[in-house]
């Protein structure tokens, strides 16, 4: 990030390192982004639903995640993004490659660090079935 870049740009930029460390299982770097009482909120349907809390818990979900879904097929559709927030619209498959989940994402970002997440999975019920 630049001092030239707006807030806009530099959080922009900043979930789009966020997906590349986590296509590339780059924890490190993306822990070094995160505010380290980042609150993760997952939907209570899905089998990691729950709130995630701190850098230990997120830990936890990002192993968990791993498992589920091939996060190097991450494709990212659109981005918006604001002083405060970052929406990104994506796809990736599942672990076992049977199902592209689409998902939407809401990103808040504080002082340069993404401080809460919230996950909208296009349908649930559809997924779960497919994580069987």
Known sequence: MT??????????ELVLKQYEAVQNADVE???SRCDPNMVIHE???MKVGGVYRGMEELGGLLGQLASLYDMTTIEM???VANDEYVVAMG???TAD?????QITEWWQ??????????????D????NAALG
């Open 3 to 12: 001092a030239t870049q707006s807030l806009t740009e530099q959080n922009r």
């Open 29 to 31: 770097a993306f822990f």
């Open 43 to 45: 939907a209570s349907s």
């Open 77 to 79: 559709e659109r981005i």
């Open 91 to 93: 796809s990736f498959l």
């Open 97 to 101: 490659h049977s199902y592209r989940v």
């Open 109 to 122: 970002i504080k002082d340069g660090k993404v401080v809460e997440v919230r996950p909208f999975y296009w």
């Open 124 to 127: 649930t019920q559809e997924l």
